[in-house]
């Protein structure tokens, strides 16, 4: 299985490229979210607290979408009823980051704000507890050929619209390199 992301912060068309083998899943977030107390302290809010106000930035979520494009026969499947693809975490999981130079998005989160609390154990490189709402898809493994995916929606409580295309060619296990 291969994990595809969305997009972090930004409202502007994104396009990726990749390349898999066949018998390949692809799992990624048509439109997700996540909460932790990164910068919040003196305040640690409970896992509860974080999920209800994710839940309601999920729960008002417009415009999902979700298509794939054979490219070489141009059949489009549309994907339906995206909200019945939603999930979201039960209480508090946890993200390790590496310590910088490596770039992770609380390392830049710090060098934008001076002063950030990190929430977690051994800050630069962290142990972070998070919770997380969204919209998945799981599609099984494609035939061999080139494909266009594409997601999104819009999350109005973000500011945020989500529109991803991935260019994806799928090739015999045996002939693909990493």
């Known amino acids: ?24 899943a692809l799992f990624f977030p048509v ?4 909460y932790d107390n990164v910068g919040l302290p003196p305040t640690t809010y409970t896992a509860s607290e974080l999920a209800g106000w994710l839940g309601a930035a999920m729960d ?12 070489k026969t141009g059949q ?12 979201s975490s039960q209480g508090f999981y946890t993200v390790t980051v590496p310590t910088p130079p490596s ?29 997380s709402d969204g919209y998945w ?12 995916l594409k997601f999104g929606g819009v999350i109005p409580d973000f500011g945020a619209t989500v529109d991803v295309s991935y260019h994806i060619t799928v090739v015999p296990a045996g002939q693909y390199q990493r």
């Open 76 to 87: 489009v499947t549309t994907f339906n009823n995206l909200t019945t693809y939603r999930a």
């Open 1 to 24: 299985m291969w994990f595809l992301a969305g997009t972090f912060n930004t409202s502007d068309p994104l396009s990726r490229s990749c390349t898999i083998p066949t018998g390949t």
């Open 31 to 34: 439109v997700n979210g996540w």
């Open 137 to 148: 898809l799981l599609l099984t493994p494609l035939p061999p050929g080139n494909y266009t």
């Open 60 to 71: 008002g979520v417009t415009g999902l979408h979700a298509t794939l494009k054979n490219n």
């Open 103 to 131: 770039t992770n998005l609380y390392s830049l989160f710090a060098s934008a704000y001076p002063g950030l609390t990190v929430p977690g154990t051994g800050w630069p490189s962290a142990t972070i507890p998070q919770v």
